[in-house]
C-alpha cells in the first residue's frame, strides 16, 4: 500500500514535469505531444482515487523524507480525497477546452495543486502537514492569476496577502504545539486542550484555517478569486481546497477533548451565522454568477464552521458533529463544483440549453437543500448531529432551529445566480461529449454519494426518508421561502416606478467585489506608502553613516575594504541569508543537542 501511495502522488507530479518539459523548447512535434499530455491529464489522479477506495487506514512514514513524512487515511480524510479525486479530474478534462490561453500551464499548475491537496487531508504529523498545506496555499495563487487580467492580478495579490497571514498564523500554532513536545496530528487535539496557552494555539488555528476556509471576517480573497480564475480552478478552489481550511479546523482543534469551550465556540457560532447572513445579503447585490457562487460559499462555509463551533460548545456532540461537517463538506463540494463547471458548460459546450439548465438546476436544488438532493441529506444530518445546543447567550434558542434560515438565503442567491445566468450569450465554440457527461453525472447523482457517506460513519449518522413527511416539510419551508422572497423581489423589480432602483436592480457596484478589502486597501496603500519613505530615510541614513566609517581612519586596508563590501546591500543581504540558512541547519540537526 504504501507503493501505491508512492505513485499517486508521484504520477501527477510528473504529469506536471513532462507538461513543463513539452513546454519549454518550439516545434510542432513537441507541440503535438504537450497537447495530448494536457488532453489526457485527468488519468493521473485515477491512481490516488484507487489506493483511497482500497488503503486499510494504517499509518505511512518515510523517515528520510522532509523530516519525517507520515500519512494516515482515516474516516475524515478519505471521503475528502476522494471529492479531490472528482473535482480535480473533471476540472483537468475541462481545461482543454476552455478559454484559457495556456492550458498547459494550468492543468500543470491544477496537478500540483492536487498533489499538495491530497496531502493535507492524509498528513499524519505537523511537519508533513504544515509543509503540504503552505505548498498548497501558494500553489493556488498561480491558478487564481493564470489569465494575467488586472482584476486577476488584483485578486492574486489580495490573495497572497491572506494566505501569508493565514500561513504565519498556523505555524505559530504548530510551534506552541510541538513545544508540548506532539508532533502527531492524532495526538494534537488533546494536547491543546491540557496546554497552558491553550487559548493561544485555538486563536491562532482559527485564524489560520479561517483564512483558507474564507470564514468572515477572513474571507475578502474568496469573492476577488473565483471570478477572476479560470472556471475549472474556481471549482477546484471552492469545492476542495476551502476544504482544506476546514479539515485544519477539525483535525487541530480540541474538539470533544476536556471542558466545553464557551469562549472560541461562542465565537465561531456567532461568526458562522453572522457570516451566513452578510454574505447571502452581498451576494444577491452582484450579477456575475461566479462572484455569486463565491458568496454562497462563503455562507456555507459559515454552516459548517456552526458545526465545529457546537462541537467546541458541547464536547459530547463532537464525534457526530465532526462526521456531519465531513458529510456536508463532501456535500457542497460536489454541489458547488458543478455549479462552477456548469458556467462553463453553458458557454461553451455544444448541448443542447435543456441539457444544461436541467443538470444546473438539479444542482442549484441541492445546494438550497431541496428534498431528494445531496444538500436534503446534509443539511438533515447537521440539524440532528447539533442535539439541544443552545445560541451562545440564548439558552432558550436551539441552534438547529437557526440553521434552516441558511437555506433560505442560499435559495434567494441561486435565484439570483438563475438569472445571471439566463443574461450570459452562448458561444457554443467547443465541447467535449466526455466532460460534459461527468458534469452532468456529478449535478445529478450527487446526493447517492452523500447518502452513502452519511451511513458509512461508525455509528452512522441518522439520514432522512427520502419521502418521510416529517423530513421533507422540515427541509421545504426554508426554500419555499427563498423562492418566495426571489419571486417577490422579481415582481417589485418590474414595477415601473422601481426600473431604475439599484437595490432590485444590482449590477455589483453597490458593495464591490471583496467588500472588505475594498475599505481596506487605501489604509492599506498609505501605510505602505508610508513605510517606503520610512525605509528611504533609513537607507540614507545608514549610507551617510557608512560613508563616515568608509572615510574614516583605518588601521587596515583589509578593514575598509570589509567595511566597503558590508555596505552593499546585496552583501549584507546575502550574509543574512547564510546565517538564516545556518539556523536552519542547526535546528533541523536537533538544536545541538544530543
Request: glycine share 10%.
Amino acid at each position: 500500500m504504501a507503493v501505491m501511495w508512492t505513485l499517486s502522488f508521484v504520477v501527477p507530479l510528473l504529469v506536471a514535469a513532462t507538461i513543463a518539459a513539452l513546454s519549454l523548447g518550439a516545434g510542432e512535434a513537441r507541440a503535438r505531444a504537450r497537447e495530448l499530455v494536457v488532453q489526457y491529464a485527468w488519468l493521473a489522479v485515477v491512481p490516488t482515487g484507487i489506493v483511497a477506495s482500497l488503503d486499510d487506514g494504517a499509518l505511512k512514514t518515510v523517515d528520510w523524507m522532509l523530516f519525517g513524512t507520515a500519512i494516515r487515511l482515516d474516516e475524515v480524510g478519505r471521503p475528502l480525497v476522494l471529492l479531490a479525486v472528482i473535482l480535480y479530474g473533471i476540472a483537468l478534462a475541462f481545461v482543454p477546452r476552455s478559454i484559457s490561453e495556456r492550458p498547459a500551464g494550468l492543468n500543470g499548475f491544477l496537478l500540483l495543486c492536487f498533489t499538495a491537496n491530497v496531502g493535507v487531508f492524509v498528513a499524519a504529523n505537523l511537519v508533513t502537514f504544515y509543509l503540504v498545506f503552505a505548498a498548497m496555499s501558494f500553489l493556488g495563487y498561480a491558478i487564481v492569476v493564470h489569465d494575467r487580467t488586472t482584476s486577476a492580478r488584483r485578486a492574486g495579490a489580495v490573495y497572497l496577502v491572506m494566505t501569508v497571514f493565514g500561513e504565519s498564523a498556523v505555524l505559530g500554532a504548530f510551534l506552541l504545539i510541538a513545544s508540548e513536545g506532539v508532533t502527531d496530528v492524532i495526538s494534537v487535539p488533546a494536547t491543546v486542550a491540557a496546554s497552558d496557552a491553550r487559548d493561544v494555539i485555538v486563536a491562532l488555528l482559527i485564524i489560520g484555517f479561517g483564512v483558507k476556509a474564507g470564514m468572515i471576517p477572513l474571507h475578502v480573497w474568496l469573492p476577488l478569486a473565483h471570478p477572476a480564475a479560470p472556471s475549472p480552478a474556481s471549482a477546484v478552489l471552492s469545492g476542495v481546497m476551502l476544504k482544506a481550511g476546514i479539515i485544519g479546523l477539525l483535525r487541530f482543534l480540541p474538539l470533544g477533548e476536556g471542558a466545553a469551550e464557551p469562549l472560541w465556540g461562542g465565537l465561531l457560532v456567532t461568526l458562522a451565522l453572522v457570516g451566513g447572513l452578510l454574505a447571502a445579503v452581498v451576494g444577491v447585490l452582484h450579477d456575475n454568477p461566479k462572484v455569486i457562487l463565491a458568496y454562497s460559499s462563503i455562507g456555507q462555509m459559515g454552516f459548517i464552521t456552526a458545526l465545529i463551533g457546537a462541537a467546541l460548545l458541547e464536547p459530547a456532540i463532537a464525534p457526530a458533529a465532526i462526521a456531519a461537517a465531513v458529510v456536508y463538506s463532501v456535500a457542497h463540494g460536489l454541489i458547488k463544483g458543478a455549479l462552477f463547471f456548469s458556467i462553463q458548460v453553458w458557454d461553451l459546450s455544444r448541448a443542447p440549453t435543456w441539457a444544461v439548465v436541467v443538470p444546473q438546476t438539479v444542482a442549484a436544488l441541492g445546494l438550497a437543500g431541496a428534498p431528494l438532493t445531496a444538500g436534503f441529506i446534509a443539511k438533515y444530518v447537521s440539524k440532528e448531529s447539533l442535539g439541544d445546543v443552545a445560541l451562545p447567550g440564548l439558552p432558550v434558542v436551539a441552534l438547529a432551529d437557526i440553521l434552516p434560515w441558511f437555506a433560505v438565503g442560499s435559495t434567494v442567491l441561486l435565484a439570483r445566480f438563475a438569472i445571471a445566468m439566463s443574461r450570459r450569450t452562448r458561444r457554443r465554440t467547443a465541447g467535449k461529449p466526455i466532460s460534459t457527461a461527468a458534469w452532468a453525472v456529478l449535478a445529478l447523482a450527487a446526493a447517492a454519494p452523500v447518502w452513502w457517506l452519511a451511513t458509512g460513519f461508525a455509528p452512522p449518522l441518522t439520514v432522512p426518508g427520502w419521502f418521510s413527511p416529517g423530513p421533507v416539510v422540515d427541509q421545504s419551508w426554508p426554500f419555499l421561502l427563498g423562492i418566495a422572497l426571489a419571486l417577490a423581489a422579481a415582481a417589485l423589480a418590474r414595477r415601473p416606478r422601481f426600473r431604475d432602483a439599484r437595490l432590485l436592480h444590482p449590477r455589483g457596484d453597490i458593495v464591490p467585489e471583496g467588500d472588505i478589502v475594498v475599505l481596506l486597501e487605501p489604509a492599506a496603500g498609505g501605510t505602505m506608502r508610508g513605510v517606503i519613505r520610512a525605509s528611504g530615510v533609513l537607507g540614507a541614513t545608514r549610507d551617510a553613516l557608512v560613508e563616515r566609517v568608509r572615510r574614516g581612519p583605518s588601521a587596515m586596508l583589509a578593514i575598509d575594504g570589509l567595511q566597503a563590501r558590508l555596505g552593499s546591500w546585496v552583501i549584507s543581504g546575502a550574509l543574512a541569508a547564510a546565517a538564516l540558512a545556518a539556523a536552519l541547519v542547526f535546528v533541523a540537526m536537533g538544536g545541538g543537542g544530543s
